[in-house]
């Protein structure tokens, strides 16, 4: 018989010996009826997401533009909202956006946080990284190619048929081959199926012509990081399988290994990460941007700002420039200057204060990619999260975004006061503090809405690409693992 | 049949595995609680700190307005508008009490603002919605005892009982015991018992004693109570999973059936189970950007127009610009209002969330280590209704601090030390151990009632027509 005959003969009697067990059947039904639920829970939440995404900006925007009349630095302190759009891979993975906010307040003078978290309005219940697909997938696939795997070699050894087929001339090659085919079909199976009904569930979003072509290649991608995590973990199966005495040992060992690396390791990595780098308290990080805008909040109105050290100093500055002796004769309003000078000292103090915690989780988040190869589960968690835009990194983009935007919008308010605040002035009233200078629709009309940022495409394909990378060096582990283990020396 | 209880015990003590099993849970029990309480106290820090520095501030501006000769108050701050501005701008600081077995579950905790600063009239410089905390921490979930005795406890009474009546049927031990008399029934159920005992003899002092010794607070009558109350939630729990093993032993398959039908129970009823019943009974679409629209407008309503221009111009104006004061007692009504709708706002989302957490607990009731999860966090008080209690009173508070310092403004009448020195002063409230006695009643009762339909299912199997 052929090497290739006889591979498919060992593959197909695999095959039949997989199938006949009650557990890899319980389990890939469970597993495709939890993905299927949860893909039309996801994309019920999405549909809404978006309508409340879509109603909410609206609604921010005709409060922007019902401003009426009213000065530039009042509609500054009346501000603006940015919301974060949905993406539609969200509804694979939900990472991180429970924990989020979904939106920020625009302001003058503060670079507001965003507050809501939907996880909040949720009770401990839903603490547990969610129902979702991808997490379903994340813990099911293991298990699967577990169930799959662990009688391959272990139960053979026990029953002494493994000799049996040794003696009959096959090559512990070709076992080992037609065994990791038929497991890896039976699982691949499982997590083709489950692929697929995402795909069609993320397709009911009708997602844009425009957006199509870059989801079809993070898609590809994070197909290609699950079909990774899959095929790891099978040979994972396989390896533990040969190195166990008995189909028993085989079971216990492999879900020891599953339970250590995606239910324990994640919390033990993430726990460890935070007890080494904790972030700065709410309290240290207001007091820090306190002191980095020369403000004294805790003391009263009287000492509570440097305002009008700047104001001064902005007043004195104009009139030296402009070669007048009065203030009545300046030509640039020194309201509208100083305020822009302390929006600038307020973004500096904010941009450290806000770098300041970034760096802290930066720093959680080395500590986590350094014991990443301790659970393939972290790897495949952050590729999920990447390409469904529900991670860290998303959130950050969307926020530095609402924050350039906000910037600007605040610089041309505060700029028309200084330039054009003058204007049509009579009497004493003719500074831009007093509110005496207005403006209406139209001047509210000309600054544009907000846009939100779009996908970073080629950062999300890095990151995926970084998790693919780790996931597979970790399938290498058990491809070797289970070619050592499926060798003759190690029948016992 | 005595000498069957003590040879179950010495087989389970001589055991490896047993002792690699029950000192590794030991170790992350121990791991978690540090954890628990290292948190804990970082909270309480904090909150100690922050409240120590904003009584400082404002004893010293009292003093520093003192004259020193007479006692009484420096004219510049006795007037109403000048007084409010020093008095009524001081910002406040308000921290709940962190409750004194917090360490056991860390809850809603980190998604809950636990301590407040803010200015009188001014409600947009309340700093914290929340502490700061890396998302995906809080979404994998952090390494408390919660989360231990859940997950981990089931799964090392699974991994001692598993295979209890296989491994005797494969060993040819079976036959020789039902020989001498014994039933199955009889058999299995002490052997689940000794496992399930001699976890417990270890584990529950061992956590006990870590909370006693982390937590010194907790020596008081009512704290070894809930320390009673305590071991009597994770002794239930225990004895519910060893019920469930007893019960899968019984039907007579083999050991990884056993193995993979506990491993699929256990994943439904700790992983997959409590979110998605969170989201089916608790409603999963969340309303949040629309939440946080309203929260936004309710919480900012003092930077609307009409508000900040009244604000602005009849209480705010600078003597240095030479602007004169023109505060309004319709000015103050209209700030209190917008005030009282904020809170009430808040208070709404509060209502709905308690009214979401009643009915999800209602139908997690039929979950054990939803139970479990919810007795704990209850317990440790950092359950949502006694953050949102916290919330509660800090409003109240600042409504109280609002209405003293608002006074003069709108009476015209000069600010006295006697007041300033009787400004109402922050008492977070109590959060005494939550122990709801119908958790324990409802575990042992699921324990019994599976330990039951184990023991019949054993007898059924030893009728002689089987």
């Known amino acids: 018989m052929s090497g290739i005959r006889l591979l498919g003969v060992v593959a197909r009697r695999e095959w039949i010996e997989i199938w006949r067990g009650q557990g890899p059947r319980l389990l890939l039904g469970l597993m495709l009826g939890a993905v299927a639920l949860s893909s039309a829970e996801g994309v019920a939440r999405y549909h809404n997401s978006v309508a409340q995404y879509e109603a909410a900006t609206e609604r921010a925007r005709e409060e922007w533009l019902g401003l009426g009349w009213l000065n530039p630095h009042d509609a500054g302190h009346r501000g603006t909202f940015a919301f974060k759009k949905p993406s539609p891979l969200s509804i694979i993975e939900r990472g991180d956006l429970d924990y989020q906010g979904s939106s920020v307040r625009l302001e003058t003078h503060t670079r507001n946080d965003s507050p809501g978290r939907a996880a909040a309005a949720r009770s401990i219940l839903a603490r547990s990284d969610g129902a979702h697909p991808g997490s379903v997938m994340r813990l099911l696939i293991p298990l699967l190619a577990l169930i799959i795997t662990y009688r391959a070699f272990a139960s053979e050894r026990q029953s002494g048929t493994m000799r049996l087929t040794r003696a009959s001339g096959v090559g512990w090659r070709t076992v080992w081959a037609g065994k990791a085919l038929a497991s890896l079909g039976a699982v691949g199976v499982g997590v083709g199926v489950a692929v697929a009904t995402v795909a069609v569930a993320v397709l009911t979003t009708g997602v844009p012509e425009g957006a199509r072509g870059s989801l079809r290649g993070v898609y590809a991608l994070l197909v290609a990081v699950l079909a990774m995590y899959a095929i790891g973990w099978t040979l994972m199966g396989l390896a533990v399988s040969g190195f166990a005495r008995t189909a028993k040992q085989a079971m216990g060992l492999g879900l020891v290994c599953w339970i250590g690396w995606a239910v324990a390791v994640p919390r033990i990595v993430h726990s460890a990460a935070y007890t080494l780098h904790p972030p700065p308290t709410a309290w240290e990080f207001w007091r820090a941007v306190e002191t980095g805008r020369g403000d004294k909040w805790s003391i009263g109105y009287k000492g509570r700002s440097n305002f009008l050290a700047i104001y001064d100093s902005v007043q004195g500055g104009l009139l030296e420039s402009e070669g007048v002796g009065s203030t009545d004769d300046l030509v640039v309003d020194a309201f509208g200057l100083a305020i822009e000078v302390t929006e600038e000292e307020g973004q500096q103090a904010y941009d450290q204060s806000y770098g300041a915690v970034e760096d802290v989780f930066d720093a959680q988040e080395r500590v986590v990619r350094r014991l990443a190869p301790l659970s393939p589960v972290t790897a495949v968690r952050t590729a999920l999260a990447a390409a469904a835009e529900t991670d860290r990194t998303s959130h950050d983009r969307f926020l530095d975004h609402a924050e350039q935007y906000r910037r600007a919008v605040m610089s041309t308010l505060n700029l028309d006061i200084a330039y054009r605040g003058r204007e049509g002035r009579t009497g004493e009233s003719t500074r831009g503090m007093d509110g005496a200078y207005e403006r209406g629709p139209d001047f509210w009309a000309s600054v544009p809405s907000y846009e939100p940022p779009t996908p970073a495409v080629r950062d999300i394909s890095k990151t995926l690409l970084g998790s693919l990378l780790s996931i597979s060096m970790w399938a290498l582990l058990g491809l070797i693992g289970s070619v050592v283990s499926a060798r003759p020396s190690w029948d016992r | ?466």
Do not use: K
């Open chain 2, 1 to 466: 049949m005595t000498d069957l209880w003590r040879i179950e015990g010495r087989l389970l003590v001589r055991s490896g595995s047993w002792w690699a099993l029950i000192l590794t849970l030991s170790g992350v029990a121990v791991g978690s609680l540090l954890v628990g309480r290292g948190i804990q106290e970082r909270e309480g820090r904090t909150i100690v700190a922050l409240t120590v520095h904003q009584d400082s501030v404002w004893r010293a501006q009292v003093e520093d307005a003192r004259l020193f000769e007479t006692g009484r108050l420096n004219p510049e701050y006795l007037s109403p508008l000048d007084g409010y501005l020093t008095w009524g701008f001081t910002n406040l600081a308000a921290g709940r009490r962190v409750p004194e077995l917090a360490m056991l579950s860390i809850g809603q905790a980190d998604l809950f603002p636990t301590y407040h600063v803010w200015g009188n009239v001014a409600p947009n410089t309340l700093f914290h919605e929340r502490e700061i905390s890396n998302p995906t921490t809080q979404a994998l979930g952090w390494l408390d005892f919660s989360v231990v005795l859940v997950l981990f406890v089931p799964l090392v009474l699974i991994g001692l009982s598993f295979d209890a009546a296989p491994r005797d049927r494969s060993s040819g031990i079976a036959p020789l015991l039902m020989g001498q008399g014994a039933r199955p029934s009889t058999v299995y159920a002490r052997r689940s018992v000794v496992a399930w005992a001699a976890l417990m003899v270890v584990f529950v002092p061992l956590v006990t004693c870590t909370v006693l010794i982390l937590s010194p607070g907790v020596r008081s009558t009512t704290g070894a109570l809930a320390l009673i109350w305590l071991a009597g939630i994770v002794v239930g729990y225990a004895a519910f999973w060893q019920a469930t093993i007893f019960l899968v032993n019984s039907f007579g398959r083999s050991a990884t059936w056993n193995a993979t039908a506990l491993i699929l129970i256990w994943t439904v009823a700790t992983l997959v189970g409590p979110p998605t019943l969170d989201g089916f009974v608790g409603g999963g679409g969340t309303e949040q950007i629309d939440e946080d629209m309203e929260r936004w407008i309710a919480e900012f309503a003092l930077d609307t127009d009409a508000a900040y221009q009244a604000l602005r111009l009849d209480l705010l104006p600078d003597s240095a610009l030479g602007e004169e004061p023109t505060g309004s007692q319709a000015t103050i009504a209209r700030l209190e209002s917008l005030r009282r709708s904020r809170d009430s706002t808040a208070e709404t989302w509060g209502d709905a969330l308690i009214e979401r957490e009643r009915r999800v607990r209602a139908a997690a009731s039929a979950l054990p280590s939803a139970v479990v999860g919810f007795a704990l966090v209850d317990l440790g008080g950092n359950d949502v209704a006694s953050l949102l209690d916290y919330a509660e009173a800090r409003r109240d508070f600042e409504a109280q601090w609002t209405a003293a310092m608002m006074r003069r403004p709108v009476t015209g009448t000069d600010y006295s030390i006697g007041e300033l020195e009787g400004a109402p002063v922050w008492t977070p409230p109590a959060v005494p151990p939550t122990r709801t006695w119908a958790a324990l009643v409802l575990l042992w009762g699921q324990a019994l009632a599976v330990a039951g339909l184990g023991w019949i299912s054993f007898r059924r199997r030893e009728h002689p027509s089987r």
